[in-house]
């Protein structure tokens, strides 16, 4: 074989190895690159208590409940499915009920969310895009008046 033969096949090696590990990279990654799942998604997943995830949509208007301490229980909801949540810690001063929120934690095994981390919009006008498009599927989402357009980017 001559230098030049052992070089392509040196390149096309190093080419076919480097493609495998990002294939195997991004195959490991398939469930976690999504950003959030709304309440509907986890209901329809198989998620093994204590499994972390993120969970996104709407704080459910009336469902906020202050215990001792700074421990806080509210629901989410995407319209379609709801799922309550506990938190303990302080509360991002964007928090209320019927805001956008994405929580970061756990499936608990009696089917509660346990967060550690709440994130609140951003501004008034924010809404996650895969949460306002299916909000706007139901009818239930309204942002001002009815021909108003959803900012989610």
């Known amino acids: ?3 030049k033969q052992r070089r392509g096949v040196l ?8 493609g495998v ?5 991004l195959y490991a990654m398939r469930d976690s690159i999504v950003f959030f ?3 509907s998604d ?3 997943m198989e998620i093994t208590p204590g499994q972390r995830i993120r969970l ?10 202050r215990d001792e301490g700074t421990t806080v229980r509210f629901a989410v909801t995407d ?3 709801v799922l309550p949540v506990t938190f303990t810690g302080v509360l991002p001063d964007l928090f209320r009920e019927g805001q956008g929120v994405v929580t970061e934690g756990a499936l608990m095994p009696d089917g509660t969310f346990k967060a ?4 609140a919009k951003h501004d008034e006008n924010y809404m996650p895009p895969e949460v306002a498009a299916k909000l706007k599927e139901q009818g239930i989402w309204r942002h001002g008046d009815t021909n108003a357009e959803v900012k989610t980017q």
Request: hydrophobic share 45%; aromatic share 2%; charged share 15%.
């Open 21 to 25: 590990a990002v294939g195997l990279v």
């Open 79 to 81: 319209g379609a499915e």
């Open 11 to 18: 390149i096309g090696t190093c080419l076919v190895v480097l």
């Open 56 to 65: 996104g949509g709407l704080v459910e208007t009336g469902s906020v409940k």
């Open 116 to 119: 550690d981390n709440v994130l």
């Open 1 to 3: 074989m001559t230098r």
């Open 42 to 44: 986890i209901a329809k």
């Open 37 to 39: 799942y709304s309440p």
